[in-house]
């Protein structure tokens, strides 16, 4: 009689895939595109947001979710801005999964809503691999972070469907090589769009608003 | 009868506080300061450890365990400066662990080391749970990340013996307030020691230098 193995990362990855395609479907019944950003601590996820709504929210109707650790000052930032928004502390959790967000969606006005932001905790390992139910994949990379990134965290670059290539303000004052970091990039992921952008001045936010539009728009087609 | 309850998290890391503990005892025997130095991805870990091999070199023997999630790009830098160096790529995981170090232990010259730097993964989360036989654990931050990161990552701001607040040369450009950082962490650990540096200019690294010679010398004598 052979051994039985039991290898636990694929039983909570298979489990976790499952309620990511519940997710999906029910968001999908609405037409709501989501997004899932994901990103290094402070490489801007949420003031990509932020600026996102901002220009968006009287074409669009936005909904957020916040992922971290702890606190809710991500969350309270954009409940300012009046925009639905409901704060998951994972309490020590690494990144979110499908049965957290499953919780969320209980509480937004998914009727209500075109657009959905999940912004995923701060870390650029774990939180690609648990689907959430989205629709498209959005990471940020920042110019302070360094242009070797890819090499060292090559599985997010690998399965992201957009790039922001983030901070790109403070070029003047850092040795970041943009063309080094694409080509690692698209080596990694030859269909990636990438959009140099820097939140705090709004360079670059115009082809990113663009691509968002166009992608909400396409979602409610279908 | 009562229903056995077995927790995995706690079985994991008492495990891996036994390792690290017999890590330690090793290492002590060789009256080796071992840091674990933790942070962000691209908030310095590696340019730290650069310069302070510059800086300490003639006087110290220094060696370097490299954590990575994938590639020896940050190992072969330090090869290239003659000092032993071990690359641990953790296949995915995100952070190290007591075991992993044990192994690169093996490989070191230990009876020719006074500084053992531990480079842990990028990760601002999970590398705190995992003592790996250190004697201090110095975190970096850097000012691009943001002033609010100790609010969203408090377990490893009130963990660490010494927070070396990095990129300072870039203050001119970015909103970072650095009296409510010290404020935050400060009433998250009271005991720790800041050192606001630029590891690019080596403004501040005189503080960083002097404080951990005085740390090797105080282990020897021990």
């Keep these: 009689m052979s051994v039985k193995v039991i290898t636990v990362g694929e039983d909570i990855l298979g489990a976790n895939d499952e309620k990511a395609r519940a997710n999906k479907s029910r968001l999908d019944k609405y037409g709501i595109l989501t997004i899932n950003i994901m990103s290094s601590p402070g490489a801007g996820k949420t003031s990509l947001i932020l600026s996102t709504i901002k220009h968006l929210r009287k074409k669009t109707r936005i909904a957020v979710i916040e992922g971290d650790v702890a606190s809710s000052v991500d969350a309270d930032k954009v409940n300012e801005l009046g925009i639905p928004v409901i704060q998951i502390n994972t309490a020590g959790g690494c990144h979110l999964d499908a049965n957290m967000v499953e919780k969320a969606l209980n509480d937004l006005p998914l009727k209500d809503t075109d657009l959905l932001f ?68 698209t080596g ?21 608003f663009a691509w968002l539009e166009s992608t909400v728009k396409n979602k409610k087609k279908k």
Tied chains: 1, 2.
């Design 188 to 208: 990694l992921n030859p269909d990636v769009t990438i959009f140099p952008v820097s939140c705090k001045t709004g360079t670059g936010m115009a082809a990113w």
């Design 118 to 185: 999940i912004e995923n905790v701060g870390n650029l390992i774990c939180p690609n691999a648990f689907a959430l139910g989205e629709d498209r994949r959005v990471m940020i990379a920042s110019l302070p972070e360094g242009d070797d990134k890819p090499h060292k965290y090559p599985a997010m670059f690998a399965d992201t469907d957009v790039i922001l290539l983030n901070k790109i303000d403070l070029q003047p004052y850092l040795d970041f090589n943009t063309d080094a970091f694409k080509k690692v990039v």
